[in-house]
């Protein structure tokens, strides 16, 4: 199977499903590079410790705050090509009729779910904003980060919505 055939197998054949996959890769894209980013920085902090015991002060603050935000961007992408741990135990018999159904409804429920953290991450990052709000090392307003979450679970939900009814019209298999 060459790579075209790979590609062509996991991009959503519906125009919906390919906006949604682009926009879940550029997310996933996005978290990769800041992960890269972090890796890097936590390697000079670390050389910098050994060699000279000069370490990059708050570099765990941003490793955590770049950590989350790259967590978040990989949700949707995670969702959309079915990433994510599934229990079959109890529905390996069940017919694919009953698994789709319920495949649907855990999809509903991750889009509850999103919409729930996207929501209150708005709600988070304004209140982080209005108090000002700020790291302990390097006084970093808390909001920016935060802020980051909010389109990443917004993107989680509609992507969770889009695979629920994926399984609900029986075409569930992984995009």
């Known amino acids: 199977m060459s790579e075209s055939d790979v590609r062509a197998a996991t991009v959503p054949a519906d125009p919906m499903g390919r906006v949604l996959d682009r926009l879940s890769r550029l997310l996933a894209f996005v978290g990769g590079l800041l992960l890269v980013a972090m890796t890097l920085m936590a390697t000079y902090s670390i050389a910098m410790r050994t060699l000279f015991d000069e370490p990059l002060l708050g570099d765990v603050e941003l490793v955590q705050m770049g950590c989350g935000i790259a967590i978040v961007f990989f949700l949707p992408l995670c969702q ?43 709600v988070g990052t304004l209140d982080a904003y209005g108090t000002g709000e700020e790291s302990i090392i390097l006084g970093v307003p808390i909001w920016w980060s935060m802020s980051a979450f909010v389109p990443g679970f917004a993107l989680l939900a509609v992507v969770a919505l889009y695979t629920a009814w994926q399984d609900f019209r029986g075409e569930g298999k992984p995009a």
Do not use: E, K, Q, Y
């Open 80 to 122: 959309l090509r079915r990433g994510n741990v599934i229990v079959d135990v109890f529905t390996l018999r069940a017919s694919p009729r009953v698994r789709s159904a319920l495949d649907g409804l855990g999809s509903v429920l991750m889009a509850l779910a999103a919409a729930l953290l996207a929501w209150r991450s708005l």
